[in-house]
């Protein structure tokens, strides 16, 4: 079994704005109400996951999964 996982994008722009980490209390806010243009992790385990490593577009993805369920190689 193949198994990937991964976001369709990124939201918010999560940014450290405050806090003290030696008290364990640290402050975010978001810096974009949208999607943002920011990579995100792409995982996966299993057989021909190697052709989901290093960076890729999003619709390459989406190509691999279909190549790989018609079966071909």
Known sequence: TL???????ETGGLAISGGNPADGYMRGVFTSKG???????LFA???RSREFSGCQENSDVSNKIVKILSGKK
Request: without cysteine; aromatic residues 6%.
């Open 3 to 9: 198994v990937i996982i991964s976001a369709d994008h």
């Open 35 to 41: 999607h943002t243009a920011m990579m995100v992790p």
């Open 45 to 47: 385990y299993g057989p």
